[in-house]
């Protein structure tokens, strides 16, 4: 076998591997040793397909939710068998949801409703994509509003870990689609090259090949997959199990959770986690308090509640939020499902949330009062949801670049991190 | 399936060696070879190898170059013509592929139903079902039984199983190669979701019936395949989108039991229903399917057009889910779509009306023109090529063969810029690793799955937009690791139901030595466009492995290499 030293020098990867292993270290080093208690942690979740927030945190104080829901509606509070569980006399969480119920009972978990996108589109691609872009009605704006947040934190690249912005999904999302480095792993546990005994060997030569090939997409997704593998394998992250009797669902979500709360608890330096879920897009057969939607939604919220029972008090360090790209129709269509819709609900737990309440302003469910004379109206703007956390929690000064062309307006802060 | 090919295909494999041997470092321009202006007749052919198919298999590029450039174009684009029969042979072991949707339900859904209403009469009678709130714990215990009463080789599962193995054996062994690119590209525009409901066995006819018939006809004939198809009508939610009570015809509705319980609803509590109008599919249609999320509708039009579809539906599974329209719940109110104005009374013929519109509309020819040119040529095509191939399609009425031709026989096609400049999506590069190798597959669904680890499950793309076309959809870290992964499993042949053989990629005379081996399976593989860093990391590797791993890991990093990864 060719002597390293030997190697590098013959070959004219030398200079580049040469400023590129040291570099390398610096940074396993600053993930490694950074005081996990230091670091804010978002952990971003879409629910793809437009969930139906109006049977999320039910509006049961509204007659009219009733009128427009006459085989879909969640009875109110204390009707018995599948009814509402109250939140503040006005709104009812969704009966399937009970295991988020103890955390807005004690203050870490809060709602935004009527909260979205301004517009108008009832396109699930557009709207993701806009949402995701956090740039709606633009659709140039080539990278995500994550991915731009990183890099308006201050922290200078040789200190910022590869597995900094992580998405549990099989590819990158357009909300971390950029130059910020975010990785995509489904798996932790068989993330690398997987080569037997040759592995070292195979992974050092294509590791070669990836860094001596023209600059591009293809040679920094292969640079960052190198060093995420080996700061994985050091902290042994896949290898952490759940704690404090947290019991994920055996489903996709749980299992991207599940995940999420090793990475933080294996201290790479994680600051943004993704994770997507789908199956919202309930136009036939959506179902009320039982159902389709009911199953989803108690894979949701159990997994959500698995997850903060995990990291228990690590949760001071990490700030969940959730969105979906619209709402859906307040009225029940004919197959007793809803239509794509405006307006939906976000959830915030964890870290520095004032939580136990609904936030947003209501626009009621009149008719006179919705949009476009069929959906929920948004009264809260997404961006202005994120801004809070990203300013409050993440520490990011610049918001203009993260959301350009949005207006933040200290008037419009919500006020949900303390 | 035959695994034996045509043996003169056996001897290519030491004569593309050769013949790549014969011309070393002629194009080993590395990593800068895709900026250089003109394309070599053999560039050309590896390009329309690449870009017309999935890549070359040993001897293909040879073949190409001795039959002309252009005559192969035309061969690839008169598919009919071209003789296929050892593909044929091989998909006769996947019965499920010939079967009606009728015989398909019978088969293997209705097994699995009877079986869930015996398992739940079982649960009935032994006490179970009465308490409410235990309805999660009762479907667990139904869905054991039901493990236990129908074999796997009886479930619906298997349907999809063999669909998908048919795809992959086609894709890597039909010479219908651009035939198979544009089944890919057309199943994926009029996406259906395999994991909703009974889609898992319409599919099958989906694919043979409406797909592969229809595109290299007229768009207008391929359109109206999908609107009357029992997949789509399903998948979008039209077969249970109806008139609001107020736009109905005056008359009974003797089939609305029927259709409710097919909805799953006839057993449910409430006997009167509410029934409406479902805006999914008139949405998509237009959106996707046609016009483009900028094409000039609006939600009114959405609205309207839904209730021009009403009543396309699907018959009732028992009796062979096919299309049918019923009239009863059509809605015949006055409509005005996108300008084009229904008086009252109208029926079935509004939405052929509709389809033939949207099928010719400027916006349509200009979405599908992209969309091919994003294909074929790059994902941000030159806008003047993207007008003209709109036009082409507009002027021949939107004929798919005459459109395509204008894409493929661009100068811009050929123009050196795209060379080697597409990253391959996990279906193009999978086939083409394989292809690459000459392998063959008796199973492919060890495949399939690694395709679901690149983020392309086939036929399992949830949202009806598809997959992406565009490079930064595929190119991210988790995907990468797993192709890098596929490589050295297939070329070690540790991928089971797949066989390689690379041995016979490298002349008997070169293969003792390490760095002629190195570069006669850079010839055969990437046809010696490999860097000359890459080049010099795989020599470091060929020393350090023991003797028998030495072919296949060398393979195995070319198939992983930066250089594969592009067409």
């Not at chain 1, 476009?372 to 948004?378: G, I, S, T």
């Not at chain 2, 050929?414 to 080697?420: I, K, L, P, Q, V």
Request: neutral net charge; hydrophobic residues 40%; aromatic residues 8%.
């Amino acid at each position: 076998m060719l002597d390293r030293r030997v190697f590098l020098k013959s070959s004219g990867l030398a200079l580049v591997a040469g400023g590129f292993l040291p570099k390398v270290f610096v940074r396993m080093a600053s993930a490694a040793t950074l005081p996990g208690a230091s670091r804010k942690i978002l952990v971003a979740i879409f629910q793809r397909g437009a969930v139906d927030g109006l049977n999320v945190v039910v509006p049961y104080g509204e007659k009219t939710y009733y009128d427009a829901r006459p085989s879909i509606a969640v009875p109110r509070p204390g009707s018995g068998e599948g009814a509402a569980l109250d939140l503040d006399g006005f709104f009812g969480l969704h009966p399937s949801l009970d295991a988020l119920l103890p955390h807005f009972k004690d203050g870490s978990a809060a709602f935004v409703h009527a909260a979205g996108s301004p517009d108008s589109t009832r396109s699930h691609f557009d709207a993701q994509d806009f949402m995701e872009s956090g740039t709606p009605g633009v659709k140039t704006t080539s990278d995500g509003f994550l991915c731009r947040a990183l890099s308006s934190s201050a922290k200078k690249d040789e200190q910022a870990s590869p597995l900094r912005a992580v998405s549990l999904t099989p590819a990158l999302p357009r909300i971390l689609a950029g130059s910020a480095g975010a990785v995509a792993i489904s798996n932790l546990g068989v993330f690398g090259i997987r080569a037997g005994n040759a592995t070292p060997a195979v992974s050092e030569s294509l590791e070669s090949m990836y860094a001596g090939t023209e600059a591009g997409a293809l040679r920094d997704a292969a640079k960052e997959s190198f060093e995420a593998a080996r700061i994985l394998k050091t902290a042994d992250a896949a290898g952490i199990a759940p704690q404090n009797g947290a019991e994920y669902p055996r489903s996709p979500f749980g299992n991207a959770l599940k995940q999420i709360a090793q990475l933080v608890k294996a201290n790479v330096g994680l600051e943004i986690a993704f994770a997507d879920v789908g199956g919202w897009d309930t136009h036939v057969g959506e179902g009320g308090a039982q159902g389709q939607l009911s199953n989803r939604l108690r894979d949701y919220g159990q997994a959500i509640a698995a997850f903060a029972r995990d990291l228990d008090s690590r949760m001071g360090d990490v700030t969940l939020v959730t969105m979906s790209e619209f709402g859906r129709t307040v009225k029940e269509n004919g197959n007793r499902g809803t239509d794509h819709g405006h307006a939906n609900v976000m959830l915030v737990l964890g870290g520095g949330v004032k939580g136990g309440k609904v936030y947003g302003r209501w626009p009621g469910l009149d008719s006179s009062h919705l949009y476009e004379n069929r959906d929920l109206a948004v009264t809260t703007d997404f961006r202005d949801v994120f801004a809070e956390i990203l300013s409050k929690r993440m520490g990011i000064a610049n918001l203009k670049s993260v959301f350009p062309g949005y207006a933040l307006d200290e008037k419009k802060r919500i006020g949900l991190i303390a | 399936m035959v695994l034996l090919r045509n043996p003169s295909i056996r001897a290519f494999f030491l004569l593309v060696a050769a013949a790549g041997l014969a011309v070393p470092f002629a194009y080993g321009a590395g990593s800068g070879s895709n900026k250089k202006a003109k394309l070599t007749e053999r560039e050309k052919a590896i390009h329309v190898l690449n870009r017309l198919g999935f890549g070359p298999r040993p001897g293909d590029v040879e073949r190409v170059l001795a039959m002309g450039i252009r005559n192969y174009v035309e061969e690839q684009l008169a598919p009919e013509r071209l003789p296929d029969s050892e593909v044929a042979e091989n998909l006769g072991q996947f019965p499920t592929l010939a079967m009606t949707n009728a015989q398909l339900f019978d088969n293997y859904e209705k097994p699995l139903r009877e079986a869930q209403r015996q398992a739940q009469q079982e649960m009935r009678a032994a006490g179970f079902g009465k308490a409410a709130g235990a309805s999660a714990d009762i479907a667990e215990k139904v869905a054991e039984r039901v493990r236990r009463m129908v074999p796997l080789e009886k479930r619906p599962q298997r349907v999809l199983e063999e669909l998908t193995q048919a795809r992959i054996v086609r894709a890597v062994e039909s010479e219908r190669q651009l035939n198979e690119v544009l089944v890919d590209f057309w199943m994926n525009h009029f996406n259906v979701f395999a994991g909703k409901g009974l889609d898992r066995i319409l599919l099958t006819s989906f694919e043979r019936d409406v797909i592969r018939p229809h595109i290299w006809g007229k768009f207008e004939d391929l359109l109206m395949a999908t609107a009357r198809s029992p997949a789509m009508l399903f998948y979008l939610d039209n077969a249970q989108s109806v008139a609001d009570e107020a736009h109905r015809a005056p008359r009974p509705l003797p089939r609305r039991r029927g259709l409710l319980a097919f909805l799953g609803m006839a057993g449910a509590a409430r006997p009167n229903p509410p029934a409406g109008l479902n805006e999914n599919y008139a949405r998509e249609l237009m959106e996707l399917h046609t016009l483009g999320v900028d094409g000039g509708y609006t939600q009114k039009d959405v609205t309207e057009l839904a209730r021009v579809f009403t009543g396309w539906s699907i018959e009732r599974p028992e009796q062979g889910p096919a299309f049918v329209f019923r009239a009863p719940l059509h809605d015949v109110g006055a409509k005005t779509v996108l300008g084009v104005s229904f008086p009252p009374g109208g029926g079935l013929e509004e939405g052929e009306t509709m389809i033939r519109v949207l099928a010719h509309h400027p916006a349509t020819a200009r979405r599908i023109a992209l969309k091919l040119c994003q294909r074929f040529i790059a994902d941000d095509p030159p806008k003047k090529l993207v007008d003209r191939v709109a036009k082409t399609f507009l002027q021949t009425g939107g004929d798919l063969r005459e459109t395509v031709r204008a894409v493929v026989l661009s100068p811009e096609f050929f123009d050196g810029r795209y060379y080697r400049a597409k990253v391959k999506s996990p279906f193009e590069y999978v086939v083409s690793a394989v292809r690459a190798l000459g392998g063959a597959s008796d199973n492919a669904l060890p495949i399939a799955r690694q395709l679901a680890q690149m983020g392309e499950p086939l036929y399992f793309c949830q949202p009806p937009t598809g997959y992406s076309e565009s490079d930064q959809a595929w190119v991210n870290t988790g995907a990468l690791v797993a192709r890098m992964n596929f490589a050295l499993q297939l070329a070690a042949n540790r991928l089971p139901g797949t066989w390689t053989d690379v041995a016979s990629l490298i002349p008997v005379a070169k293969a003792g030595d390490a760095g002629k081996a190195v570069d006669a399976l850079s010839c055969a593989l990437v046809d010696d466009e490999l860097s000359p860093e890459t080049k010099i990391g795989l020599q470091k590797q060929i020393e350090a492995s023991n003797e028998a791993a030495k072919a296949p890991l060398i393979a195995g990093l070319i198939l992983a290499s930066p250089e594969f990864q592009r067409q």
